[in-house]
């Protein structure tokens, strides 16, 4: 008889640590309606392949990447306040996509791409180098637990990589409402040598960055909101 090996493998492939978790969404009807009919338009599939940002927009601007932009109000919002910049804006929860298209239908936004998957894959394989003029990163999922934090991503590797892809006086800007994520992300920052930041310390809400309903709830609470604003030297 064969003598059966139960050992295990001896390279398991590794499962990388992943920012967010996909959840099961309701989608709301409009939102169904907004992908079937903006989708082939506004979303842009993932592929390990650059993408050609002057001939997705038919125009060469400054580009901004949004990282995990949620229901994508805020997205909308600069968007529309921004039209001379383009944004690419990833999200891995389908009812934001939906809910950021129906935005940029009713807003009538032209501005604006939509890549479905997660960001960290986005940034490596489809944005080339010092290509991006900034990168927005609005309230990312704070991860409380102190065995969850490994998941945060203001990470030391991940804002390393970041920075290749940002062009030479590129901005990243990060906003929070959770404190101890605000520390780790001045700290991570400040401690990347391509990076310089623009205050001393935190930083004035940026003009162009709308309150979301959320943070106003919070800000009468008495509750924080950090913005970190640092420029690639
Ligand atoms: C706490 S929500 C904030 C949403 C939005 N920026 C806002 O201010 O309301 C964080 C969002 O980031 C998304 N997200 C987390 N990691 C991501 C990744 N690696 N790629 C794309 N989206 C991601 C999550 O699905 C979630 O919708």
């Not at 009713?106 to 998957?117: F, G, L």
Request: proline share 8%; with cysteine; net charge neutral.
């Amino acid at each position: 008889m064969e003598e059966q090996n139960n050992n295990p493998p001896q390279n398991p492939p590794r499962r990388a640590i992943k920012s967010f978790v996909t959840r099961a969404g309701r989608m709301g009807t409009g939102q169904i309606k907004a992908l079937a009919e903006l989708g082939p338009k506004f979303v842009l599939p993932y592929q390990a392949e650059r993408l050609d940002a002057e001939a997705i927009f038919g125009r060469k601007a400054p580009l901004v990447l949004e990282i995990g932009f949620g229901m994508g109000g805020a997205t909308a919002e600069i968007a529309a306040t921004l039209p001379d910049h383009d944004f690419i804006g990833c999200e891995v929860h389908e009812p934001g996509v939906g809910a950021l298209l129906k935005l940029i239908d009713e807003k009538q936004i032209a501005n604006i791409r939509i890549v479905q998957h997660d960001a960290v894959e986005v940034l490596r394989d489809m944005i080339g180098p010092e290509l991006l003029a900034g990168v927005h990163i609005f309230f990312p999922d704070p991860w409380h637990k102190k065995r969850h934090n490994k998941r945060r991503l203001i990470q030391p590797e991940f804002v390393a990589k970041l920075v290749q892809h940002l062009a030479p006086g590129g901005y990243l800007h990060c906003a929070t409402d959770w404190q101890p994520y605000a520390e780790q992300m001045l700290e991570v920052l400040s401690a990347e040598p391509h990076l310089l930041n623009t205050a001393a310390g935190y930083a004035d809400k940026p003009a162009y960055r709308p309150l979301t309903k959320f943070e106003n709830r919070g800000i009468k609470l008495g509750h924080g909101v950090w913005d970190l604003v640092f420029r690639k030297r």
